[in-house]
C-alpha cells in the first residue's frame, strides 16, 4: 500500500521499517531537513516503531539464525555477543502491520485534509463575494463636473467608500498638470470648515481620506503647486457636491 504515497511519507514508512539503504536515508533526511512536516513523519512513525517494538510479545529466536548471525561476525566479536532466548521476533509482523495502519492513517488524513481544503476554500469565496456585495452596496460613484471650459473634454470619477473612508480616482482626457503644478483632489464634508486634502492625483490613483461625518461627501479637484497644499489655493477645476 505504500505505493500511494507521495514519495517523502513511503519513504519515512519504509525508514521505520528499516528497509532504505544508506543513500536513501540520506536523501530523506535531507528532504526532513527542508520540510518540517517530513521531519515529523519520520519522528512519528520512528516513535510509533518503538513502541511497537516494546510491546511485542517475545519468542525464542531459532537455534539456525543465532548461529548464522555469529558465523557472519569477526571472531573477536563472536566471543563477546550474546543474545537474549527471548529476541521478540513478532516484532517484524508488529511493524508490517505498521506500515498498513499508518498508510490507511496517512490517506486518511490527507483525504480529509483535502475535504477541508475543499470547505476552506467555498468558505472564503462565499465572504469574498459578501464582502464585494456589502463594499457595493456603500460604494458612490461620483462624476464631477467640469468648472473650467478648457477642461470639458476631460471626464474625472471618483468611487467612494462611505466606510472606509478611501476611493478611487479616475481621470480620461485629463491634460497633463502644467509645469510647477499637480492636481490636487479634496474630499468635501458639509460639517468640515474646510475640504479634506485626499493627496495629488493623476490619471489614476487609490486615495483615501480623514474621516468624514456623511455617507456620500462631495470631491473636487484643483491646480496647486507641485506637491499640493494644505487647503486649497488654485482654480477648482471639477466638482461635485455632497450627496442628500
Request: proline share 10%; charged share 15%; with cysteine.
Amino acid at each position: 500500500m505504500t505505493s500511494e504515497l507521495p514519495p517523502n511519507e513511503e519513504q519515512a514508512a519504509l525508514h521505520a521499517l528499516g528497509l532504505l539503504d544508506a543513500g536513501e536515508t540520506r536523501q530523506l533526511l535531507a528532504a526532513a531537513a527542508r520540510d518540517p512536516e517530513v521531519r515529523q513523519l519520520i519522528d512519528a512513525l520512528d516513535e510509533t516503531a518503538a513502541q511497537l517494538a516494546f510491546a511485542a510479545p517475545e519468542a525464542a529466536p531459532p537455534p539456525a539464525l543465532r548461529r548464522a548471525i555469529l558465523h557472519a561476525l569477526p571472531p573477536e566479536r563472536g566471543k563477546v555477543l550474546a543474545f537474549s532466548p527471548l529476541l521478540p521476533f513478532a516484532l517484524a509482523a508488529c511493524l508490517a502491520g505498521l506500515a498498513i495502519v499508518q498508510t490507511v492513517v496517512i490517506l486518511h488524513l490527507r483525504t480529509e485534509r483535502g475535504v477541508l481544503a475543499g470547505q476552506l476554500a467555498r468558505v472564503q469565496d462565499e465572504a469574498a463575494n459578501l464582502r464585494a456585495s456589502n463594499a457595493l452596496t456603500r460604494l458612490r460613484l461620483a462624476t464631477l463636473d467640469a468648472k473650467d471650459p478648457a477642461y470639458a473634454a476631460a471626464k474625472v470619477l471618483v468611487a467612494w467608500d462611505s466606510v472606509r473612508h478611501s476611493g478611487t480616482f479616475a481621470a480620461q482626457n485629463l491634460p497633463a498638470a502644467p509645469a510647477g503644478h499637480d492636481y490636487q483632489l479634496w474630499v468635501l464634508d458639509p460639517n468640515a470648515p474646510s475640504p479634506l486634502s485626499a493627496g495629488v492625483v493623476a490619471a489614476s490613483r487609490v486615495f483615501a481620506s480623514p474621516p468624514v461625518s456623511v455617507n456620500h461627501p462631495g470631491f473636487a479637484v484643483s491646480l496647486e503647486p507641485a506637491g499640493g497644499s494644505p487647503s486649497p489655493t488654485g482654480p477648482i477645476l471639477f466638482a461635485v457636491a455632497p450627496a442628500e
